[in-house]
Each structure stands twice: as structure tokens, then as C-alpha cells.
């Protein structure tokens, strides 16, 4: 011990002999100036690991590139004139916006105006890639069902529960069908099943993310929230994340373009609140690995949503029908929550999701409430907002009013269909789907992404540039989905293309023979756009004229 004391002290004595000339100022700052170069280090570190030194070197040389005198302006200028292309001629019909209530009010001219405005859109029926999944006139047979059973309830607004008691109950039973679906009645579901409707498959996954966020938050503590999904996964995953504050850890598809549950694996931490696994995902109509995410999700104690936006009125039946389809539901072990979207397969009117979760210790968490008082606001809180002047006031998901019209809208869809309706039109769009992608194998240079499960059939080509293929397409009237990574199309088949899948396959062959012999964009085409954002390696540039695109449009 004596021996350790006089060793200390020899070097106390020697490390104030050798500061003793140093200047106090320095001292003092040294150590301040070390703590923040560390911090520096460590931030570029964590952003190395969070977007790959590629990435981060590219941004570093943009931002140099931009400071040199003259660059800004040019890349602005090239930007504006990308936004006006984009546009293709909509700033001219914004010119002619009306801007002030007419002095009168012209009753008389309303639906007429109304109907010339609409004899303006596009011809969508039968050519576009999802959109429209009704069949049929709109002013009759289903089509006309559901608009009738809006226009009885359009007055309505489910906040007012204790007024429109009616909605209340439709939503409950469109909610609890929906859950039917997908696995509530099975045994390994747990038996407790919820949900609620709401506006689309954007709020529902919102409300997911939100809901896991705050339950892993009691559950775990984490105050760090961070979520892993694909690269397949919606945008919808992004836009929840820049909301609510989680980090977002994206990782690449496997060679089969699916969600590579190793790659998942690698990428929990301690601030993992959830995984996320589609059913099928928007680009190529592939089912995810859910089980396998699901036993991963188990074994971390970590939430997993299925995003079945696009499945859930398809897969199953398609699964009644024979159609080899892997587990997705509530059945598989792990699942905590999943979204569907009746506006889509259910054929329900636009403006109709569900959003579910496995039990109500979960959805409790979706309720967004402020508990205020003790000095504060408190964080990721659950219970109703008892201290506002205005009294008792609680709601279940984003939007406060909402419209009844589309819950009754939603409830008359599935009645009227019922199991027999939706395995009757789930065969016939199966069918069809196959077809397509057999006949995009038939076409000479085109092939088919990875193996579809359902009725989204993504193709691309090496032979020619299928951004061009898109561009003769839409010469012809169609409406496709241009995808990136790899460069693609796809067509999403609803029942409005069962009557006429053989014309799109002639007029695909067709776009392809022209651009094989006329190779090169067309007058006004986008594939010289859409190529160029795909090979554009600073992605935040494509995001600033996605966002200028916007801020001109709205």
C-alpha cells in the first residue's frame, strides 16, 4: 500500500512539473476541445454506420461541390426546369383556380360544374395499376350500392358516438369482419383482436408505428426508438418515422427481393421497438418471410407489424382457392399488429382502412393523449386528456371528425359481397394476374421480378429501357407504376382489367417492338427523368425536387 501511495505521488509530482509552464486558459480548454472532437468522431461514426460511407461520402462531396461560386445557381436552375417537366402542363390548370366564394351562390350550377371538372380526368377505367378496384359503371351495381349507403350516413361523424350510435356499430363490425379475415377466430390469435377503421393504409401504418413506439416505450423504456424495415417496405415507414421521431434502419432485399431476415437480425439493438413485414410489398407483389420475422420478433420481445394493405382482401381467399399462400396473419406468433385497407380489395369506397392489434394492452397505446399538469408534459402517455377547459376529450386515431358516410360505405361493401362475392372476385383477379405474368414471359426482353404471390406483377427488361416502354404505354393510355432498384414497371390487376388484360399484354408487346426499333426518349416522355434519378447517387437532391414538385403542386 505504501508502495502504491509513493508511486501516486511521484506521479502527481511529475505530471504538475510538466503542466506547470502550460497556460491555465489551456488547460482548461484541452480537455473541453478533446470531449467535442470525440463527440465528432463518434457522430460520424454512428452516420458511417447508419448510411454507409458511400453515401456519406457522396453527400460531403455535393455539399463541397455546391459551395464553389456559381454551382448552386445552375443545379437550381436544372432543378426548376425538372419540376416543370414533372408537372406536364398541370400549372396551367392551376392558373384557373377559383379563389373567392362567388358573390351569389349559383346552386343551379353546381353539379354541372362538378361534372365538367370530372369529364376533365383522365380515363381510368380499365387502365391503370390499382387505383380503381370496383368493376363495372359507377352508377350502378356495386358501384351504386356504396354510394347510396354514403349518402345515407354523410351526415354523420363517429366522434359524436353518443349521437350516431348507428356508425359506432358499423365500424365496430367492419373492424371485427375485417379480423375474422385475418385470424382472430384461430386459437394462437389470443382471442382479443382489435382495432379501428380509418383513413387509408398511410394512417393505419402511422398508427402502428405510433402505437409501438409508445408501447415499447412502457414496455421497455426506450426513449430511442429505432424500427428495421426492407427496402420493399412503403414510404409510408419513412414518413411515420420523420412524425415520430424513430430512426428508421432500412436493410437490403435478399436475391429473391424479399426481407432478408438476417439482414433484420443484425440490426436489433436495445432500441428496437418493432420490425416491419409486408404482405405482399408495394414494388414486386412479394410476401415477406412473416413467420420467420415473426419468430425473431418473439425471441427479442420486439413489436411486428404486417403491413397487408394490398393483401389482406385477397390473401385469404386466394388461400381458400388453393393458391399456395405462406402464413401472414395473427395465427403466426410475433405478429403484434396489422393494417388492411378495405378502399382496395375490399371494394369499400376511398378513405377505408383497418388498423388491429393483438390484444388491448397494445392498442391502448394508440390513443394519443396529453396528460398535463406537474410541471410538464409528459411523454408517450395513454390515458384521457382530463386538464383541458373544454372537459372529457379522447379519440382513437389521428383525425378527431370523421366521416361516417365512409364507414357505412365500407360496412355495405362487405355485406353485400360477403365470403362468396370476395372469393368469386379474388379468383377471377388471381387468374387474370397469372396470366399476365405469363404472357410478360412470353415477351421478348422483358422479364418478371422475382415469383409473384398475388395480383402485383413487376417486370423489367435488358433489352431495351423500360422507362421508355412506360412512356409509349402511357401514349396508349396506360397508367403503370415506374419502380427503381431495379429499374421496373408493374400493374397492380384489379377486376377493372379482367375484361381487357389481352389488350394490355398486345399493347405492352407493341411499346416493346417500337422501343427496340426506335430506341431513345420520346417528345415529352419521363424516362430520361426516371433514369436519371435512378443513377443519381445523391439521393437528397432527388428528395429536394420531389419536395419542390410538391410545394408547386398544392
Not at 415520430?244 to 437480425?265: Q, S, T
Request: aromatic content about 6%; some cysteine; hydrophobic content about 40%.
Amino acid at each position: 500500500m505504501e508502495a502504491a501511495a509513493e508511486l501516486a505521488q511521484r506521479l502527481r509530482a511529475a505530471a504538475n512539473e510538466r503542466l506547470a509552464g502550460q497556460e491555465p486558459l489551456l488547460l482548461v480548454a484541452a480537455p473541453l476541445l478533446a470531449l467535442l472532437a470525440a463527440r465528432a468522431v463518434h457522430a460520424a461514426a454512428a452516420d458511417v454506420a447508419d448510411r454507409g460511407l458511400r453515401t456519406v461520402l457522396i453527400t460531403l462531396a455535393m455539399a463541397a461541390v455546391k459551395l464553389v461560386p456559381g454551382v448552386s445557381g445552375y443545379i437550381a436552375a436544372e432543378k426548376s426546369k425538372v419540376v416543370e417537366k414533372l408537372q406536364s402542363g398541370s400549372a396551367s390548370s392551376k392558373k384557373n383556380l377559383r379563389t373567392e366564394l362567388p358573390a351569389v351562390g349559383i346552386p343551379d350550377r353546381v353539379i354541372g360544374d362538378l361534372q365538367a371538372l370530372k369529364d376533365k380526368d383522365v380515363r381510368w377505367q380499365g387502365k391503370c395499376s390499382g387505383t380503381v378496384y370496383i368493376a363495372g359503371s359507377e352508377s350502378e351495381g356495386h358501384f351504386s350500392l356504396i354510394n347510396k349507403a354514403y349518402s345515407m350516413f354523410s351526415h354523420t361523424n363517429p366522434l359524436h358516438q353518443d349521437v350516431f350510435k348507428s356508425v359506432a356499430q358499423l365500424e365496430a363490425e367492419v373492424v371485427a369482419m375485417t379480423a375474422a379475415l385475418l385470424g382472430s377466430k384461430e386459437k394462437a390469435s389470443g382471442g382479443q383482436i382489435c382495432g379501428n377503421m380509418t383513413s387509408g393504409g398511410t394512417e393505419s401504418i402511422l398508427l402502428a408505428v405510433k402505437t409501438s413506439r409508445d408501447y415499447m416505450q412502457s414496455k421497455k423504456g426506450i426513449t430511442k426508438p429505432e424500427m428495421i424495415i426492407a427496402e420493399s417496405a412503403h414510404s409510408a415507414y419513412d414518413k411515420a418515422a420523420q412524425y415520430f421521431n424513430i430512426k428508421v434502419r432500412r436493410v437490403p432485399v435478399n436475391k429473391e427481393f424479399l426481407a432478408d431476415v438476417k439482414g433484420f437480425k443484425r440490426c436489433i439493438n436495445g432500441n428496437t421497438i418493432m420490425m416491419v413485414g409486408s404482405a405482399p410489398g408495394f414494388p414486386h407483389g412479394l410476401i415477406d418471410p412473416i413467420e420467420e420475422l415473426g419468430e425473431l420478433a418473439s425471441q427479442y420481445g420486439i413489436c411486428l407489424h404486417v403491413d397487408l394493405c394490398l393483401g389482406g382482401f385477397v390473401l385469404p381467399f386466394a388461400r381458400k382457392l388453393g393458391y399456395p399462400i405462406p402464413p401472414f396473419d395473427f395465427s403466426v406468433k410475433g405478429v403484434t399488429s396489422i393494417s388492411t385497407d378495405v378502399h382496395k380489395y375490399g371494394l369499400a369506397p376511398k378513405g377505408t382502412s383497418t388498423v388491429l392489434y393483438r390484444n388491448h394492452a397494445i392498442r391502448k397505446h394508440q390513443f394519443v393523449a396529453v396528460a398535463s399538469g406537474n410541471g410538464g408534459t409528459q411523454l408517450y402517455t395513454t390515458h384521457a386528456l382530463t386538464e383541458w377547459t373544454g372537459g372529457l376529450y379522447i379519440s382513437p386515431t389521428m383525425a378527431g371528425s370523421r366521416p361516417g358516410g365512409l364507414v357505412a360505405g365500407a360496412w355495405a361493401a362487405m355485406m353485400s359481397l360477403g365470403l362468396n362475392g370476395y372469393l368469386e372476385s379474388t379468383g377471377k383477379i388471381m387468374e387474370v394476374s397469372k396470366k399476365i405474368q405469363k404472357g410478360i414471359d412470353d415477351i421478348s426482353g422483358l422479364f418478371v421480378i422475382g415469383k409473384p404471390d398475388m395480383t402485383v406483377v413487376a417486370f423489367g427488361s435488358d433489352a431495351v429501357d423500360i422507362f421508355e416502354v412506360n412512356d409509349i404505354m402511357s401514349s396508349k393510355g396506360w397508367h403503370l407504376n415506374a419502380l427503381q432498384r431495379p429499374n421496373s414497371l408493374h400493374i397492380c390487376v384489379t377486376l377493372q382489367h379482367t375484361a381487357i388484360y389481352e389488350e394490355f399484354l398486345k399493347d405492352l408487346e407493341d411499346s416493346v417492338d417500337t422501343v427496340k426499333a426506335n430506341p431513345g426518349p420520346i417528345s415529352g416522355g419521363m424516362a430520361p427523368i426516371y433514369g436519371a434519378a435512378g443513377k443519381m447517387p445523391d439521393r437528397g437532391t432527388v428528395k429536394e425536387l420531389l419536395v419542390e414538385f410538391m410545394d408547386s403542386s398544392c
